[in-house]
């Protein structure tokens, strides 16, 4: 989720973190064109470490786990309270204004976290319209 925010440059409060941290690493190592010797760029992995424990802690967490959409199909007011309560948790726990700064592009309803909202894939369908997008975001607002 974490490492996927850095390669797509999609958190801006969370990219001038990680980018401090690749500054402080060895360079990258070359790149082999023979695929069994190519390895993978593990500095990504380092650098939003510290965001990937803070958020494994939260979607591990059973209270948070049990507000992801249930099996049936739920209400769309019920959704949106519960994309906006994790967006919110998330926020906190890592320590940014915001993680919804594309809320209405098809970047943000493809977010990892947007979709770990609901196990079965339903959020994409849930949240189609500016209209959705603008209760997400004032849904953010007021608390």
Known sequence: MVRSWLLNKNQPH?????????????PKEAIYGNIIRRRVDEREYIATYP???????????PAWRALRAPRR??????????????????????NVPTLREKIHSHTFSND???RWTDSLGRSLMLVMTPEDHDALRDGSQQN
Do not use: C, K
């Open 73 to 94: 199909w739920t209400n769309l007011s019920q959704h949106r309270r519960t994309i906006n309560a994790v967006y919110t948790e998330a926020e906190h726990r890592l």
């Open 14 to 26: 969370l990219l001038s973190r990680w980018n401090d941290r690749l500054a402080q690493l060895p």
């Open 51 to 61: 965001e990937f424990v803070t958020l494994l802690g939260m979607v591990a967490d």
């Open 112 to 114: 990892a976290l947007f």
